[in-house]
């Protein structure tokens, strides 16, 4: 018995020592600066969010300003082709014009060749010695003062008077004529300064128009650089901060782990220890039966022989007996009175998230338990029920921004059936030591507290359902 008293002894001095060495090697500071880290990929965050903004209002005013242009090039298209057709009008007016002059210069010999017809007979009226009337027209001093004042002679025959008014009729209307071309002209010329002036303005709007263009593609390309370099900036942190995670977590998981377990193994060298006091209490009851078996002679041999088959009988059955109750009892870390819950993580009770925590599209739907220390913290099964599901393939243990995928989100986890269509689920765990189809009784250790899965940080993922609904943990505590 004192060589088995002496190696529970050893047992407790080897994890003593592997504390105190755990403690020692802890470093009190890690040159990574986990919340400068997380308040930049903040910053960064929130900057790209506004810039993805800037960005969208930046593309939408351009398709705007780009519809508009498309809009002006077809007015200034239009203007060009009614330009082009005036620039067509006013050349076939200019023909036109030219052939009326044509015209009007063959009038204007006709009319010449009359006037020489007429002054003969005004030679011929002046031979006559018609004196009055000669003077009269002679004294005109242009065609139609000449035209009234022939009107005035009357003493002009009947065919000269037909001849005048023939001569004054064709001047009018090839006069009519030559006028209204020019009003035509004039008018065509009028309507193609207007298009001009119209396309120039046109032509204003366009190239200001194709500025605020390029300012704003500029802008556009300015504003996806500064989310591509915080994109870049939010990976290279994200990276820093898992091989920060990955590097700590190699160096104080086995040391946080140390520490937990050596709270759980005092718990087994206390139950050890009741034994151990137990297996005394019986080998002083046995020598006080050897000592009075010793007085009497005449039994002497048969007693000692009884006795010393009841001391191993004895013996055998309170290793036996201290065996059983180490394998019944050293994974049941917290006891149940048998008719409340245990918490799942004895020790650790602050909640940073609840089950009606809103996270942008549901409620969380049940509670994180966290805090510095929890790494490796044991996790035990709040009420009686059968493993029902594991996983431990997951070694992505630390914290990220997104998940790994593995266990569905959850790492590795333990899910319990409690019967009644209650279970339970406990996620992100470091290691599992619970296997699918064992009976687990309130308190019993299933694993220990990690960063699996989707995980920011170490910290246990305990949900409750009824019938496959989620409902909240804390209404079992109540």
């Known amino acids: 018995m004192a060589g088995k008293k002496r190696k529970i002894k050893g047992i407790v001095s080897i994890f003593s020592a592997l504390l105190a060495a755990a403690v020692i090697s802890m470093p009190n500071a890690l040159a990574f600066d986990v919340k400068e880290n997380s308040k930049q990929q903040q910053q960064l965050q929130e900057e790209n969010s506004q810039y993805k903004s800037d960005l969208e209002q930046t593309e939408m005013t351009l398709q705007e300003k780009e519809e508009y242009s498309k809009e002006l090039q077809k007015k200034i298209s239009t203007l060009t082709q009614k330009i082009q057709s005036s620039n067509k009008k006013i050349k076939e007016l200019n023909v036109e014009i030219n052939e009326k002059q044509v015209l ?6 006709q009319i010449q060749d009359r006037l020489d017809i007429l002054r003969k007979r005004l030679r011929a009226i002046y031979t006559a010695g018609d004196i009055s009337s000669l003077e009269i027209i002679l004294q005109a001093k242009d065609f139609s003062d000449y035209v009234d004042k022939m009107e005035l002679v009357q003493s002009i025959s009947e065919y000269d008077n037909k001849l005048i008014s023939g001569l004054q009729k064709e001047m009018e209307s090839i006069s009519d004529e030559q006028n209204k071309l020019k009003e035509d002209k004039k008018k065509v010329e009028n309507e193609k300064k207007s298009l001009e002036e119209n396309k120039k303005k046109i032509n204003s709007l366009s190239a200001e128009n194709a500025t605020v263009i390029k300012q704003l593609m500029s802008e556009k390309e300015e504003t996806e650089n500064h989310i591509a370099e915080n994109e870049t900036r939010q990976k290279e942190l994200e ?15 086995q040391q946080q782990r140390t520490l937990n377990r050596q709270q759980q193994q005092d718990i087994i060298d206390k139950a050890n220890q009741d034994t151990l006091n137990r297996i005394n209490q019986n080998n002083n009851n046995s020598s006080s039966n050897k000592n009075s078996s010793n007085n009497n002679s005449s039994n002497k041999n048969n007693n000692n022989s009884e006795n010393s088959s009841n001391k191993t009988n004895t013996n055998n059955n309170d290793d036996n007996n201290s065996n059983t109750n180490k394998n019944d009892n050293s994974d049941v870390l917290v006891k149940s009175d048998g008719t409340s819950y245990v918490w799942p993580c004895p020790g650790h009770t602050y909640l940073t998230s609840t089950f009606d925590e809103w996270r942008g599209v549901n409620n969380h739907g049940a509670l994180d338990i966290a805090d510095g220390s929890i790494y490796g913290a044991a996790v035990v099964a709040c009420w009686n029920g059968t493993v029902i599901a594991t996983n431990t393939t997951c070694t992505h243990d630390y914290g990220k921004s997104s998940s790994c995928g593995c266990g569905g989100g959850y790492g590795n986890y333990v899910m319990i059936d409690h ?32 960063s699996t899965g989707y995980s920011t940080g170490p910290h246990l993922h305990f949900e409750m359902q009824l019938n496959g609904v989620r409902y909240d943990p804390l209404s079992e505590y109540n």
Not at 423 to 444: F, K, M, N, R
């Open 419 to 450: 019967g009644g269509g209650k279970v339970s689920i406990y996620g992100h765990l470091c290691e599992v030591v619970a296997t699918p189809g064992q009976q687990v009784s309130a308190g019993q250790l299933i694993g220990y507290v990690g």
């Open 104 to 109: 009007i210069d063959e009038k204007l010999e």
């Open 239 to 253: 990276k820093a901060l898992a091989e920060y995670n990955s590097a700590s977590a190699s160096q104080n998981n």
